[in-house]
């Protein structure tokens, strides 16, 4: 009888114990694989915002900048919390100010958009050239765009261009989209530059 009694308490708190079973905070690495594959705002959702306060601590009090750009974002489209996008904003550029490639492309978004800010391409090509000069495949893929588009300074479209021609990619689809961005910029190289853009190495 007593076993009976034993056995019929863990069922009925088994699935108590489920539903609130405890959600781990995020590695650098899983944050960063979340970032990259634009799904941290779902996955918090997911997680029904059990580690909101962890969340704020690694941003607001270690300035961590991954996290730093995650709690900016919670804090731009009012996941978990109530939305304050100049607070988001100001996370973002803290973590663009640490060297963060991915604060720095998504702040270029934001003013290339003109979503949360004004919508200044200039400003966008600003934030992501540093990004992309250290070897950021996105802020590369986002530069070349910019620089087809006529934005930014014409001495550094030559750079531009290198970079992405030279990069690695992963995927058939990523490389098809960086020839289209290429062929567009070419358009506005001279064929010296042009040329001396697709080797291995240049020099300024």
Not at 166 to 175: A, E, R, S
């Amino acid at each position: 009888m007593l076993r009976l009694i034993l056995m019929l308490s863990l069922l009925i708190a088994a699935p108590l114990m489920a539903e609130q079973k405890a959600v781990d905070i995020y590695s650098q690495a899983q944050l960063l694989k979340m970032i990259r594959n634009h799904t941290y705002l779902q996955q918090i959702k997911a997680d029904n915002c059990q580690i909101v306060q962890d969340i704020e601590a690694h941003a607001d009090v270690l300035k961590e900048p991954l996290y730093q750009y995650l709690w900016g974002e919670m804090l731009n489209y009012g996941v978990c919390v109530k939305a304050d996008p100049a607070s988001g904003i100001q996370q973002l550029r803290a973590a663009a100010d640490q060297g963060s490639a991915e604060a720095m492309v998504r702040l270029a978004e934001y003013y290339a958009q003109g979503k949360f800010l004004m919508k200044d391409k200039q400003r966008a090509v600003q934030y992501v050239y540093p990004a992309a000069a250290n070897g950021d495949l996105p802020a590369q893929m986002m530069l070349v765009k910019l620089f087809g588009e006529g934005y930014g300074s014409p001495r550094d479209y030559m750079m531009a261009y290198h970079w992405l021609y030279n990069q690695t990619f992963n995927d058939t689809k990523t490389q098809e989209q960086a020839s289209v961005l290429l062929a567009k910029l070419a358009g506005k190289l001279p064929a010296s530059q042009l040329e001396q853009a697709k080797k291995a190495t240049v020099h300024r």
